[in-house]
């Protein structure tokens, strides 16, 4: 596949980072089962020193969503409406839907169907909108050359 694709662990999009190796995917589920097991959980704190960080200018080149009380539920009750814990981020044609499909095969992700394109199209709507779209897993490939992450 030509291109690159990221998979992109979030512990809000306030504080997310770009994978270039598979570390981690996703840290206990609500329910407290371990998923994904025997990828490394997701560090809380933030990339260490010697980790690669996301880049933090395009944030400031676009006015930030509007964010309400809390960015997420909180809650791991059935139904409630959660910002993603991760994304998937490839240019066109990267191969981004080929690595969802792998991943969605596991029994304990959700993902959405359709890309939200909220980065792109989206983002004036808030996280909110966002959120009610929720779903564990977004498929984000219209980022393409245009570094609007
Ligand atoms: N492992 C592997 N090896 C080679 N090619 C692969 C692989 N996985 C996905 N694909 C091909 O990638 C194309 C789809 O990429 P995307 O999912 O990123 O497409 S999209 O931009 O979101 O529409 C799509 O190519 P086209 O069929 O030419 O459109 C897929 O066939």
Avoid: M
């Avoid at 025997?38 to 960080?53: A, N, Q, R, V, Y």
């Avoid at 009750?77 to 839907?97: D, N, Y």
């Avoid at 394109?117 to 490939?141: A, C, E, M, Q, V």
Wanted: hydrophobic fraction near 30%; proline fraction near 11%.
């Amino acid at each position: 596949v030509c291109g690159t694709t990221f998979l992109c662990c979030c512990d809000d999009l306030g504080r997310s980072r770009l994978l270039g190796a598979p570390r981690c995917l996703r840290g206990p589920s609500p329910s407290g089962q371990k998923l994904l097991q025997k990828s490394l959980p997701c560090d809380p704190h933030g990339p260490t020193p010697s980790e690669p960080s996301a880049p933090s200018a395009p944030a400031a080149a676009v006015p930030a969503p509007r964010l309400s009380a809390s960015n997420h539920s909180g809650s791991p009750k059935l139904g409630t409406k959660r910002l993603p814990q991760a994304l998937i981020v490839g240019v066109k044609k990267g191969g981004t839907r080929a690595v969802l499909e792998f991943i969605r095969v596991h029994p304990d992700v959700r993902a959405l169907g359709t890309e939200p394109h909220f980065f792109d199209r989206n983002y004036g709507r808030g996280l909110d909108w966002y959120r009610h779209r929720g779903k564990s897993i977004t498929l984000s490939s219209s980022f393409q050359s245009r570094n609007r992450i």
